[in-house]
Structures are given as structure tokens and as C-alpha cells.
């Protein structure tokens, strides 16, 4: 059999990737994920002194603390198999893959293990989203010198 | 016509004992009754889950030796190996037992083709007691070959998970009463261009069908002389594509046929299309099969273990992943 022959026969058995139920599933999870931040935003807002701006970075590592302490007791996982994108998009889903990485590694100590592969999987999102808002932000300067828009 | 890779053992050496030991997580096994030993703890008591791979290996031999009345003194070889990088658990566990050792490495298809070359040395009378046997530790293989073990992607169905089992069986010369080795088929590789390494089961199901077939008319056997065809661990998904390729070959498919990675955990879905690991067929040919033999129920099965020979590195450079699976035939008379 050749190697497109055997590419058919493989697509037609093996299993569809069940696409309406995993976006329904990654809505819910990714939702109930960002209405959390949203009730802890409101939290920072109304007990403390922040602003909607200022609240964001408290919001943030607050919602990375989560994430840590449900990687840390193995439920993370459980989530990211049900929620799929849902739970790996929001913050909860970086700090994810970096925790993740760095329980992984601590067999090899914490500066080979822990310190050089902490940021494994998740390096690629930190140096492709700085590039991006790089670029994004390249792009407002030259509409707002240009006077297309304004700060 | 020459017979290539085709294996005649005219001394027939035994299978004279198995020593299984496999994780907690495994409790969930249709076949959990049968391992030798069960431990309670993912890491074995040990500081890292590569060192709970060694443990276990080495507990195995030790359950294996002690069931034929020997100590590892006693034993010619140890034929082991598992998938980890430069298969560090066997060579560390080759360095407690103290057994003369070569590594094999065949991936998941090591289960058979360390009891082929145990067979084969038993064959030359080169040895009295050989154990050869393999192993795989879930957390272990899954950091090295996908991601670290709590990370929370999602996978597919397709996708197979990978067993903390260490299986090895004591080979001796023949012995009356005991599963004895009869021939044997050494697979080629194959690579029918399958990427994904989440569908391993479709990427190694053309390799169990040719060595399959190969194994059927170069030892002029038909599947009617089986009681039961057991391949290693292609899973759900890759075992429907193995029947049907054996089926387009014009092989009668039956309910003789099963494979071990789709029955080890029972229906489960949490484990989607089944286990798969070196470990997965060693633990179930070794017990499931074997103690049917000894039992009575089979008289004559075929075992076809399967490997999936990609790296971490292969996989990404944007290899295809090349399988292979060996053959091996145990009769009981």
C-alpha cells in the first residue's frame, strides 16, 4: 500500500476530532476561567486601591497563583484534556505550561533544572508576544504620527 | 526463496517463569490481578521516576530468578531495554542485578525481541537462564518524548498512554510443562509516511501486518493454527487498521486477534485509544498469555510486538515515524 493509499485508510478509521464539542468545551472553561479574573479584578477594585487600568497586574498574578496550585495537585491537566483551548489560552494556561516545566525538571536541580527549563514551552510565547506588540505597537506609532488616530 | 529474518529454534527453549511488576495507576488494568507485584507509589519509593524505572526492572528479574529457584548468579544474560535516552533504567538496574547484559532496544517491540535473542542463545547452548523482558515508566517516557506531565494540553483520541510496567520472562532451555519458543520473525521497518506522534497506533499498524504476513508464509502458517494472534500495543486505532491491512492481504480476521494496548485498561476513555509502552506488551503477554498456556486454554499463540522508532528530535524535524515489529511464536505441547 502506498504511503496516500494508507493517508485515506488512516483519516477514514481513525477517530474525527469531535470539533463542536471541544469549542463548547473550551468556551465554557475558557469563561469560567476569565469570569474568575473578572470576580477577582472586582475584588482588587473594591477592597483596594485599584483602578480598572492597575487592577490588571494584581488580577494576573493572583490567576497564576491558581494555576500553580492546580498544577501542583495534578488538575491542571484534568482541565487542559477537558477545556483544550479554553484553558490554555488565558494567563492560567501559560502559567500552566511554565510551572508545569519547572516541577518537571526539579530532578536536575534549580539552576540546570528548574532555572534552564523553566520557560521550555513557554518561551516561545513569551518571545512571540513581545515580538507581536513590538510590531503592533511600531504600527499605532506611525498611524498616530500620521494623525490616522490618536494615543 | 530465502527465508530473511526468519527465526527456527529446533531445541524449542522455555518460557520457565515471568516476573511482572507494574504502577499504581495500572490497579486499572482488565489484567492487574495477574502482575507479579503492584506498587503503591508512582516513583517506587525512589527519588526520580527514572530511578522508579530501574526499581522496577530490577524487581522483575528478581521476581522472575526467585520463581525458577535462582539467584541473579545464576543467570547467563539479561536482555532488557526500555525507551528512555541511552536506556538508562535497564542499565542501571543491569548494574544491581549484576547479570552479563546488552541493551536491546526495538521501542515498544523490545517485549519480543529480547525473547528472541534469548531463545537464540539458548538455542546455541550458550546459556541455562536468560532473562529478557522490557520496561516503560509513564512520567518518565512522557517528559522525554512529549511534555512535562503536568502541562495541560489536550490530546486526541488517537492518542495512546504509556504504561508503568516492566515485564521479563526467564528463558531456558526446553523444559516440559512450559511455554516453549518455537520460531520467530524479525520485522523490517516500515514507514508508510505517518507524523503524528499522537496517533502512534496508525503509524506502526502496517509494520504488525508485514510482519505478520511475512511470519505466516515464511513459516507456512496460517491464522487457523493460532489460538490467539496478539499484537503489542497498536490501540483502538491502530488495531482497526491492522485488520484491515491484514484483512486486504487476504488474511481471515477473527476474534483470535487482539492486541494488548487496547484490552490493558478495559474501555476506559480517560485512556483514550489504549496503553502503549514497552512495558504494555511485556506485562501482557508475559501474564495474560502465558498463564493461558499453562493453563491449557492456548496451545499455539503468535505475539507481535510493535515499535514506534521516532526521537523527540525526528519528530520535529519533521521526520516521518519509521515502526517495526517482531514476531514471536510459543506453543505449549
Known sequence: ?151 | MVARGLLTFKTTPSIAATGVTAGPLEKKSLFAEKFDKVYEDERCGMKTNEHAHAKMMEDACMIALSKVDSVPSDADFLLIGDLINQMTPSNFAAKTVGIPYIGLFSACATSVSSLLMAALLTEIGMSKCAIAGASSQHNAVERQFRYPNEYGGQKPDTAQWTVTAAGVAAVTPHKKGFPSIECGTIGCVIDLGMTDPLNMGAAMAPAAADTLIRHLTGHNKDVKDYDVIMTGDLGKTGFELYKILAGNQGIVVTKKFRDAGEEFYGADAAFLSGASGAGCSAAIFLTEVIDKMRAGDYKRVLLIATGALLSPLSFQQGDTIPCIAHAIELTMK
Open chain 1, 1 to 151: 500500500m502506498d504511503e496516500k493509499k494508507y493517508a485515506k485508510l488512516e483519516k477514514d478509521t481513525s477517530p474525527k476530532t469531535p470539533l463542536m464539542r471541544n469549542m463548547i468545551f473550551a468556551f465554557l472553561t475558557g469563561g469560567t476561567i476569565c469570569l474568575v479574573g473578572q470576580f477577582v479584578s472586582l475584588f482588587y477594585m473594591t477592597y483596594f486601591d485599584f483602578t480598572e487600568r492597575t487592577a490588571s497586574n494584581p488580577t494576573v498574578a493572583t490567576m497564576i497563583f491558581f494555576a500553580m496550585l492546580l498544577t501542583g495537585f495534578g488538575l491542571y491537566k484534568k482541565i487542559g484534556q477537558f477545556g483544550g483551548a479554553g484553558s490554555a489560552v488565558p494567563i492560567t494556561g501559560f502559567g500552566n505550561a511554565v510551572i508545569s516545566a519547572a516541577i518537571e525538571h526539579k530532578s536536575e536541580g534549580y539552576v540546570l533544572g528548574v532555572g534552564g527549563n523553566m520557560f521550555k514551552l513557554a518561551g516561545s510565547v513569551i518571545l512571540f508576544g513581545v515580538f507581536s506588540a513590538f510590531v503592533v505597537a511600531l504600527i499605532k506609532t506611525i498611524l498616530v504620527k500620521l494623525g490616522v488616530v490618536s494615543w
